[in-house]
């Protein structure tokens, strides 16, 4: 089977240029083309069901920046293998050298393409995880965080935007991610969410981060069964938007009586 | 310094006294020090008011005077120049104490201040104030000004230039004549880029090559860039004669694009409004504000990009035109608003 390639940039010309390429070397590297979209969200919505190989992605793109994009492409179950294609971008060509993710330079030659597409395909499946790792690496020293959890669900995306989360919480396996309306079950870490969005969310038990936005008070809850200092007092976090109450350890109360003593 | 050329002899060294900001320079300075002498003398604030009497008409008169001599001053050797900044001042305060004593009631208490000495504090503020000005030009010399204006010129962004040729690249094969066209006016704004820094053109060019500038920008972004042109009170005549230094406005525009349009996926209109107000041209440019300034650029810094390319053209309007020029920029009501204001320089 020829790898499939989809193409992913905001600029109309941009996208009809690198098709242009794709049909020209189309005789030295046999493809097909899955798809194009223009942003970051409907190449999410698109990508699951055109089941590329290849994404050639642009970086700067209103809404989701292409480097977001790849983070989100990267928890798929068939991660497809990404090139970035950018006309100028010091900062981020600098962090994809040092963690060797493979970039292209607007105006693209096809020759480049070409030799581009071919280590795309050699890297691709079985060392789809060591691209995942060197995307988070590079996005990680170039600051961008993600606005959007991009949830898996009966082999759908869905996004749902970081503003929306009122908590985060560890189950057995995975981690229960909740807004207002419903939750959604995430497959990452809380450790690393916690370093990640560490500024917008706050630990107020070994298993919960709460967006702290959502953090209306606190209130005296009954005693947790599992907390080892049975009939002790305990603190409850009251949320906006939500009834339910989020068990406080004692171990996070400080930090959180600190949190909201400096809000008053 | 310079060595004269035979057109313009000499160099000019009369402060620029038609320009405000010198005028309120001189004002200050000259009302300041009367001011601490009077106090030194316990008349404090009292002082001063009776004093300005003398004061003001004198300064104002010797300014307008001089704005004129300063029209002629190329044929006038620097050292007489010098001495005309004192004895202007010095017979201008001798013209207004002679005036002052005819008049009846006694405004003035001449007996303070005995003509003679009179015009030889007028004509000693001259020549300080002239020596003041004099320096000032040194320290912003053309040789540093201009270094410093070749640094602040809007240097086109290079992530816009590849991005251009990117998208004329696309429009070779299927429109040959878009891609002629648009090739033509990446080079022409290419070439008043190269410019000098000082180059001075007209209005109407400059509003020519700002529309050149957007018509790339849409090629690029196609439907999500719209502009809207509204020239209010100003005439095609005026647009021809008012002169403006090159890329007064184009960075402006870029900025709106690149801050406006360029972070946003829907459609986005972009407004530009001139307007004459008595002397002085307004330029108004709004854009709505990107909903939420997402994170694509956080690793550029665009807010601190943004800001640092305001500064930069304030920084240029400041050398260019001194307090003569403004310009405001913020959001208000839901757009980004940059308003400049500049004089209305006629050419020919």
């Known amino acids: 089977m020829v790898p499939r390639i989809f193409i992913v940039d905001d600029e109309a010309p941009a996208r009809a240029r690198l098709a242009t390429l794709l049909s020209d070397i189309a005789a030295e590297f046999p493809h097909e083309l899955a798809g194009v979209a223009e942003n970051g969200t409907t190449a999410l919505a698109a990508i699951p069901a055109a089941r590329p190989d290849i994404v050639l992605l642009d970086i700067q793109m209103p809404g989701m920046s292409g480097i977001e994009l790849a983070g989100h492409l990267s928890g798929m179950e068939h991660p497809p293998a990404v090139i970035f294609v950018t006309a100028f971008d010091g900062f981020a060509l600098k962090a994809f050298e040092v963690h060797a993710i493979d970039y292209l330079l607007k105006p693209v030659r096809a020759t480049r393409l070409a030799d581009a597409l071919r280590r795309a395909v050699a890297l691709a499946g079985p060392k789809s995880q060591a691209q995942a790792e060197a995307i988070a690496a590079a996005a990680a020293d170039l600051g961008v965080r993600r606005q959007h959890f991009a949830v898996q669900e009966r082999g759908r995306l869905t996004l749902v935007p970081l503003a929306e989360v009122v908590y985060l919480k560890a189950e057995l396996k995975y981690v229960t991610l909740r807004t207002r309306t419903r939750d959604y079950v995430i497959e990452e870490s809380l450790l690393s969410l916690e370093q990640e969005l560490g500024e917008r969310f706050v630990r107020v038990h070994r298993n919960t981060l709460v967006a702290r936005s959502a953090i209306v008070g606190v209130e005296r809850g009954v005693p947790d069964a599992s907390d080892p200092d049975k009939g002790q007092e305990s603190w409850q976090v009251v949320l906006a938007g939500i009834y339910e109450r989020l068990q406080i350890s004692r171990r996070q109360w400080p930090v959180i009586k600190a949190l909201l003593n400096r809000g008053t | ?348």
């Open chain 2, 1 to 348: 310094m310079t060595q004269a050329s035979a057109a313009n002899p000499f160099e000019t060294v009369v402060p620029d006294c038609c320009n405000v900001g010198v005028v309120a320079r001189a004002l200050l300075a000259v009302n300041l020090v009367v001011l601490l002498v009077e106090m030194a003398d316990g008349a404090g604030l009292w002082g001063l008011l009776n004093a300005s009497v003398l004061l003001e008409p004198v300064c104002l008169a010797s300014m307008v005077a001089l704005c004129g001599l300063r029209r002629i001053s190329r044929a006038i050797p620097p050292w007489c120049q010098r001495a005309l900044c004192a004895l202007v001042p010095a017979a201008m305060a001798s013209l207004v104490g002679e005036l002052l004593l005819k008049t009846p009631g006694g405004l003035f208490d001449l007996s303070v201040l005995p003509p003679a000495q009179g015009m030889l504090v007028a004509g000693a503020f001259g020549i300080a104030l002239q020596h003041y000005f004099e320096l000032r030009t040194r320290a912003f010399s053309p040789a540093l000004s201009e270094a410093r204006l070749q640094a602040l010129q809007a240097r086109i962004r290079p992530h816009f230039l590849f991005n251009s040729l990117n998208a004329v690249l696309s429009l070779i094969r299927t429109e040959p004549l878009r891609a002629e066209s648009t090739l033509e006016d990446l080079s022409e704004l290419f070439r008043v880029l190269m410019r000098d820094a000082r180059d001075v053109t007209s209005l109407e060019e400059e509003i020519r090559l700002c529309r050149q500038y957007l018509s790339i920008e849409k090629v690029r972004l196609g439907d999500r860039l719209k502009v809207e042109w509204k020239s209010g009170n100003i005439s095609e005549k005026m647009l021809k004669k008012a002169r403006v230094p090159s890329l007064l406005l184009q960075p402006l525009l870029e900025n709106a694009v690149h801050y406006g349009v360029e972070a946003v996926s829907e459609p986005v209109t972009i407004e530009i409004e001139l307007e004459r107000q008595a002397d002085r041209i307004h330029v108004a440019i709004f854009n709505p504000i990107p909903e939420a300034l997402s994170e694509r650029d956080a690793h550029t810094g665009a807010r601190v990009g943004n800001h640092m390319a305001l500064q930069n053209i304030r920084e240029r309007l400041a050398l260019l035109y001194d307090v003569e020029a403004q310009l405001t920029a913020g959001p208000v009501g839901g757009r980004f608003e940059v308003r400049l204001y500049f004089p209305y320089v006629r050419g020919d």
